[in-house]
């Protein structure tokens, strides 16, 4: 707009340039000089051509800034209406980002939600139960990992002799987050991954990368085995009692799934017998048991 106005600013100059220029070419011309001599009304008229001139141009000089103002008011109104329409447009582009993202968004697994509530109760101990049966101890939730694979650690106590630790997909358990005695979680595993991890005496996960305190225990012949049933139900549990290759008063006590302790044959025994009781708490009966002999003899009944 201010290109328009100096554009008709500088016409009206020309105009009035070449205005003066041609008055002056009659003026000094000798013929038209002589006959506006022998009439001096000429003069007052050539005298008045300035004022004259002066409000014409004026007035179109007026005529033109008012339609650059004009044009100018026209060019705002065309700005605040395409501002208007770009945020419009803005709004409606995140509208449609935003439904995007919405449909583009992949599911959430049942592994992942079972993940998310086993981070929420890590260092937790959990019930767990597993085939037909429940895990004796209850285990700590140690590690989730980013893979989706939790971890829980039994440590060395006296139910068992040696720590170990457990692995399984998030994916492979099932979770129910009803509390069973002090435990928050019961968990369900369907498949384990990978083998077992014995972890020597360790009491803590902490200390799992410290050498085992003590030999892996070499088995010799089985001396007592006995199995318990509970009526009604195809639930059963198995204690076995071994004893060292060696012939040393030392013997081993495990369940169909894991190992208990390694003691003496009077440690042995109080273990086994210590198990026994639970099992008939739960509601097992003895339905089979037997000896297989051995040098030094086992205190149960």
């Known amino acids: 707009m201010r290109d328009w106005r100096w554009f008709c600013m500088r016409r009206a100059a020309v105009i009035a340039v070449f205005?003066?220029?041609a008055l002056v070419a009659i003026v000094l011309y000798s013929s038209i000089k002589d006959f506006l001599w022998t009439h001096p009304w000429w003069h007052s008229f050539l005298v008045a051509i300035p004022t004259i001139a002066l409000p014409i141009l004026a007035f179109f000089e007026l005529r033109h800034s008012s339609e650059a103002n004009t044009l100018r008011s026209e060019a705002n109104e065309l700005r605040r209406e395409n501002a208007r329409l770009i945020a419009e447009l803005d709004t409606e582009r995140n509208m449609h980002l935003e439904q995007i993202a919405r449909n583009t968004q992949r599911a959430v697994t049942q592994s992942e939600r079972n993940?998310?509530?086993?981070?929420?109760?890590?260092?937790?101990?959990?019930?767990?139960?597993?085939?037909?049966?429940t895990w004796g101890n209850t285990p700590e939730i140690v590690e989730v990992g980013g893979d989706d694979i939790v971890t829980l650690f039994t440590p060395r106590t006296h139910m068992s002799s040696r720590a170990s630790c457990v692995r399984v997909r998030c994916g492979e358990l099932e979770i129910t987050?009803?509390?069973?005695?002090?435990?928050?979680?019961?968990?369900?595993?369907?498949?384990?991954?990978?083998?077992?991890?014995?972890?020597?005496?360790?009491?803590?996960?902490?200390?799992?990368?410290?050498?085992?305190?003590?030999?892996?225990?070499?088995?010799?012949?089985?001396?007592?085995?006995?199995?318990?049933?509970?009526?009604?139900?195809?639930e059963t549990r198995r204690l076995n009692v071994y004893a060292a290759s060696d012939g040393a008063n030392s013997f081993l006590l495990e369940t169909a799934t894991e190992q208990i302790c390694v003691g003496d044959n009077v440690?042995?025994?109080?273990?086994?017998?210590?198990?026994?009781?639970?099992?008939?708490?739960?509601?097992?009966?003895?339905?089979?048991?037997?000896?297989?002999?051995?040098t030094h003899r086992v205190f149960i009944h």
């Not at 993940?115 to 959990?126: C, I, M, Q, T």
């Not at 019961?186 to 384990?192: D, Q, S, T, Y």
Request: hydrophobic fraction near 35%.
């Open 19 to 21: 205005a003066d220029l």
């Open 177 to 234: 987050e009803i509390p069973q005695g002090g435990c928050p979680l019961r968990v369900r595993i369907l498949k384990r991954y990978g083998p077992d991890v014995d972890l020597g005496e360790i009491t803590r996960w902490e200390d799992r990368f410290q050498p085992a305190a003590r030999p892996v225990f070499a088995k010799g012949g089985r001396v007592y085995h006995a199995t318990y049933a509970k009526p009604g139900s195809s």
């Open 267 to 294: 440690e042995v025994s109080k273990r086994f017998m210590v198990l026994q009781v639970e099992y008939e708490a739960a509601g097992f009966v003895r339905n089979s048991s037997g000896t297989g002999g051995g």
């Open 115 to 133: 993940a998310g509530v086993l981070r929420k109760h890590l260092r937790e101990h959990v019930a767990v139960s597993e085939g037909d049966g």
